[in-house]
């Protein structure tokens, strides 16, 4: 209600204000009467709209594994807020910023409204160089668009063959569509990619335990409160992954947990660390391969455990194999290890979950074989990596590493918690055999409390939905591969590209020039996504997706044990469509049709057919469903490796630079000491994953940019001063391969010799250059996992004739104050 | 008589945004003013710490610091923002909430001066918003008005806790009645080691922090303002779902 509605004019109040205050004979301070409202009867009430609102069912469905439960609130037709929605097991109720910030995602600026054609591509004339920043589009149908994408797919099969033809799957989000696009590429015989980020950690962890990939697997959630000892190590918990476990881990504390934080950067979960090891960056191998020998030495070893499932018992040759029970017993194959039995006197067949007397330590003859035991290799391996021995190399003091172990070995069930920072250096494999082996020394598996690493349990729906009968299948390259193809190197070169929810190419993928520079050989690329990302400038033919609110949708999430249904909030706004629209009329134009399913119920009751638990309908009406089958503490039963017991010895281990890894050897690239470039390019970078996006997801959102500006270097106030580099100047980080502009930010967090520039921001968002132009491709041998922070760079103050008005002089935003809902364009 | 009062668990706050981000959004807050700001106490800079950084390998925790400090209108029981307005724009309500009636507010900002919290926002210029029509459950405010956090007053008034409360990813918000000695927030203000910022200008405000001690936080997943009948949405009129 306005005030001339109430017959007040603000104009009349201010004429009356100092008669009233005089009329009082008060002089401007504490105006009694005026000031007291307690005789009013109802307080005032504010207009409010609460009880408009209808709520529909969300969740949000980015690549940070949360898959979060929300509901939307929407009135008029229009998204008007997120709240965190309480899902079926309540303990499960979370959310994050960016989650509740959906309303700007959906009503963003740069939302995609109608197909577009690059202007200067043409079939038969793709003029690959005229992709980039300065390409433009043109407004098409969605019908030629289409023919478009399935012509050039059908030419590049014809003249090149099936896998000439990639269907990128990025991680934008991968409910239904990525299944109806899966079930294409397959159909199709095209190239699909297979992950080179994210799975070091995993499979060198795996190769112990059997389980692993993308980090590393650890009881439901809700146990985490039961830890006794939580070490997080290279993990930002309170900062990128904080709507999952945020308040579960501040539970365990409030209990009486001891949070360990192993980084060396000193953020917000540091913070909330009663020990923090501030390890050098690149050296938790040999960080972990330390607290290794701390357990042998100041003996926590858990010897039941040890006997009864791992292989530290078991006989070990000289030549490296493990001896196997046909190599003495008649009866015996040449798969099972053999133990000593010190009871009976003898070597004995090692089965899995079996306990027995077996010696852990000593040599042995049998059979006119010197063997000695697998735990006897760790502690070989471990023997040169005392605390004190190592405090100088790894950066952290010797009691303090001792006290860790201490506390892994003394105070019952805890563990480790990883997040996906040691990943990102080449050999960050063999920290994940390093610390299962730790846990497996301590016997922390398999019960409640303990922490084996960072992916809690998830639940799923039971589906048979997914690869055609008699289809060829796609082809799989990790993402290397995929480059090599996309430059020509191999034996089917990729011609054409759609590429669904990612952004890869133009902004996430390393030594990204490298990347986009072998796109130059792509006949044609089409992107399908929601907002308008560095990617869509790279495209050929643009396809505008439908918000996630704007469709219905089902999924299960691993770290979060219920699915999930989210309805439509209303209609695509402008030409959008959700992506299974897009890709049945695909499938039609390319012969398929018969195999797709148009409407999206349709669809989504044929993906559930399998499952017998719950009924679609059922699930729509709730929004979520418990699945009480995801087992709350793991690792019970035989271990998923050849033996059955946890491999602490590896005998099938790869190598690295000549190591043969049966037990680790710690091993780095670029964050040596006396890497060759060292003195050239002193620092090393990291891209840590920001607060305020996931990954390059959520871009663009005025709440999040009020924040975060624009990126930012954190740089350790030595660092910068000796560089002559003051708190918010401009900076230029640069090696060999390119260079990025940002803003410095003093950040005493940040060990000196290492800096940071958030990775996710968009080339758009960069003065000059972009993080990915910074990094490299070198992979190890054994996993081909991208290495993004074991780089280096130098850093300098940017030119003077750097134009930094994007930030400096911004112009307001012309999109600022009309409507983007909708309407007219 | 009723007392509304908020403890904020600073232990427990990790300085996500997510409250001040549900409040912009809640309350249709223009992009040029915020209402709940969370301040990073240690470096200069947001989200860096205090202190030296230990290369000698040391534990940097007892040596380092970084807190976060979640700050709106305090709801102070003595608020100078009362005192001062000279046209009853500013009251205290019978629930203890400090509100605002813009409608008779004149926009002089004596108000603001005399917040020693930085609490409240003039509208200098027309609202701002993205998507242009707004968010949230209120309606905007007109050019010329002040205005700040209102604990919700719309939603307790509906029986539900405000919007920063049920956003925060780390239970470090709780709501309730302070004249209530069973409810959470007076168990906690009892219990706890908490704080009053800026006690010595005596505002008295409603707000209280805990530090040192970490509480178990709102222990609750639902919507409803506690005492209340359970609900899990905030459609007041939805009943229990």
């Not at chain 1, 809700?222 to 190590?233: L, M, P, R």
């Not at chain 1, 039995?341 to 089965?351: F, N, Q, Y």
């Not at chain 2, 200008?201 to 922090?209: H, I, Q, R, S």
Request: net charge negative; glycine share 10%.
């Amino acid at each position: 209600m306005s005030s001339e509605e109430k017959g007040v004019s603000r104009r009349s109040v201010l004429l009356g204000a100092g008669a009233a205050a005089g009329a009082l004979g008060l002089g401007g301070g504490y105006v009694a009467s005026l000031g007291d409202r307690s005789d009013m009867e109802t307080p005032h009430s504010l207009e409010n709209f609460l009880n408009e609102n209808k709520v529909v069912h969300g969740y949000c469905s980015p690549n940070c594994r949360g898959k979060c439960q929300m509901d939307v609130y929407v009135r008029d037709g229009q998204i008007q807020k997120v709240e965190p929605k309480v899902p079926e097991n309540e303990a499960y109720k979370r959310s994050c910023t960016l989650g509740l910030s959906h309303t700007q995602r959906a009503y963003n600026p740069t939302r995609l409204k109608y197909p577009m054609k690059r202007t200067d591509w043409e079939p038969g004339n793709p003029n690959t160089t005229g992709r980039g920043e300065d390409a433009e589009f043109e407004q098409i149908s969605w019908g030629e668009a289409l023919d478009y994408v399935a012509d050039e797919m059908r030419r590049v099969r014809q003249e090149y063959s099936p896998q000439s033809v990639y269907f990128e799957q990025g991680s934008g989000s991968d409910t239904i569509g990525g299944t109806t696009f899966g079930r294409l590429a397959g159909a199709f015989g095209g190239t699909m990619k297979s992950w080179s980020i994210d799975i070091n950690v995993g499979l060198g962890f795996r190769r112990i335990t059997g389980a692993g990939y993308f980090n590393t697997p650890t009881n439901q959630a809700t146990d985490i409160e039961n830890a006794n000892t939580i070490v997080i190590w290279g993990g930002n918990i309170f900062e990128s992954r904080f709507q999952q476990d945020a308040s579960k881990v501040l539970n365990a504390k409030e209990n009486g947990a001891k949070i360990v934080v192993v980084d060396p950067v000193y953020n917000t979960t540091t913070a909330k660390a009663d020990l923090w090891l501030p390890v050098k960056p690149g050296k938790d191998g040999h960080l972990a391969m330390s607290m290794i020998n701390v357990a042998f030495e100041e003996d926590y070893l858990d010897r039941e455990f040890l006997r009864e499932r791992t292989l530290g018992p078991a006989l070990v040759k000289e030549d490296g194999s493990l001896l196997k029970t046909g190599e003495i017993f008649d009866d015996g194959d040449d798969e099972t290890p053999v133990a000593y039995d010190e009871a009976a006197g003898e070597p004995v067949p090692l089965e899995p979950e079996t306990y027995g007397e077996y010696a852990l330590f000593g040599e042995y003859e049998v059979d006119g074989m010197t063997v000695t035991t697998g735990l006897t290799k760790v502690r070989e391996a471990a023997a040169d990596y005392s605390p004190e021995k190592m405090a100088n190399y790894v950066g952290v003091q010797a009691e303090n590493i001792r006290q860790t172990v201490r506390w892994l070995g003394t105070r019952g069930p805890g563990g480790i918690l990883t997040g996906l920072g040691v990943d990102r250096y080449v050999y960050g494999h063999i920290f994940g055999q390093a610390y299962a082996i730790l846990l497996a020394m301590l016997g922390q598996y398999g019960q409640r409390g303990c922490v084996t690493g960072g992916i809690t349990q998830g639940g799923y729906f039971a589906s048979d939905y997914g690869a055609i009968e008699g289809a060829p299948g796609a082809r799989y390259l990790q993402q290397k591969g995929i480059l090599e193809a996309l430059e020509g190197g191999t034996d089917h070169p990729i011609k054409a590209m759609y590429a669904m929810c990612s952004n890869f190419t133009a902004n996430q993928m390393p030594d990204r020039q490298r990347w986009l520079k072998a796109l130059e050989n792509v006949d044609m690329v089409a992107v399908a996504d929601i907002q308008h990302t560095p990617n869509v400038q790279y495209a050929d033919i643009v396809l505008p997706a439908s918000h996630w609110f704007e469709r219905e949708d089902i999924t299960g999430t691993w770290t979060q044990p219920h699915v999930r249904y989210r309805g439509a909030a209303h209609d695509p706004l402008w030409e959008s469509k959700h992506d299974n629209w897009m890709l049945v009329r695909l499938a039609e134009r390319l012969g398929y049709g018969e195999h797709f399913e148009r409407d999206r119920e349709t669809l989504m009751r044929k993906i559930l057919e399998a499952e017998t638990r719950f009924t679609f309908d059922e699930l729509r009406e709730k929004g979520t469903i418990f699945i009480e089958d995801s087992p709350e503490i793991i690792w019970q039963g035989e271990f998923n490796t050849p033996s059955g017991r946890l491999e602490l010895y590896d005998e099938d281990a790869p190598s690295e630079k000549g190591n043969s890894l049966e037990v680790p050897v710690p091993l780095e690239s670029r964050t040596r000491d006396d890497y060759p470039t060292a003195d050239e390019y002193p620092l090393t970078f990291l891209q840590k994953h920001s607060r305020w996006r996931i990954h390059s997801q959520f871009g663009h959102m005025p709440w999040m940019r009020r924040i975060h500006p624009e990126p930012t270097l954190d740089i350790h106030p030595k660092d910068a001063r000796r560089r002559d580099i003051e708190d918010g100047d401009y900076v230029r980080v640069y090696n060999d391969r390119g260079e990025a502009v940002v803003k410095a930010k003093y950040n005493k967090g940040y060990r000196p010799g290492l800096v940071n520039i958030d990775q996710g921001w968009w080339s758009d968002d960069y003065i000059q250059g972009h993080h990915n132009d910074l990094t490299h491709l070198d992979v190890s041998e054994a996993i081909e996992n991208f290495a993004f922070y074991d780089v280096r760079v130098e850093v300098e103050a940017a030119p003077d004739d750097i134009d930094t008005s994007m930030y400096t002089n911004p112009k307001k935003a012309d999109w600022l104050g009309e409507s983007t809902t909708g309407g007219e364009n | 008589m009723t007392s509304y009062g908020m403890v904020i668990d600073l232990e427990r706050c990790i300085g996500c945004q997510a409250c001040s981000t549900a409040c912009m959004e809640e309350n249709n807050v223009s992009l040029d003013h915020i209402w709940n700001r969370v301040l990073t106490e240690g470096g200069d800079n947001i989200d860096t710490p205090a202190g030296k950084y230990p290369e000698d390998g040391g534990d940097g925790t007892g040596t380092m610091s970084m807190e976060y400090l979640p700050m709106a209108c305090q709801h102070c029981d003595n608020a100078p923002c009362v005192k001062v307005c000279p046209v009853n724009a500013t009251y205290t309500r019978e629930d203890g909430i400090v509100e605002i009636d813009y409608d008779v507010c004149i926009g002089c900002r004596y108000c603001i001066a005399a917040c020693p919290y930085n609490a409240r926002a003039f509208n200098y210029d027309k609202p701002v918003h993205v998507p242009a029509e707004g968010t949230g459950n209120v309606p905007e405010r007109p050019q010329g008005v002040v205005e700040k956090c209102t604990f919700c007053t719309h939603r307790v008034e509906e029986e539900l806790d405000p919007a920063c409360v049920i956003a925060c990813p780390a239970d470090a918000r709780i709501f309730g009645d302070l004249d209530d000695p069973n409810s959470t927030v007076s168990k906690y203000v009892d219990k706890y080691e908490t704080e009053q910022l800026l006690e010595e200008l005596e505002a008295d405000p409603k707000t209280y922090y805990v530090r040192g001690q970490m509480s178990p936080g709102r222990q609750r997943p639902t919507t409803e303002l506690e005492g209340t009948r359970r609900k899990k949405t905030s459609i007041p009129e939805g009943g229990e779902q």
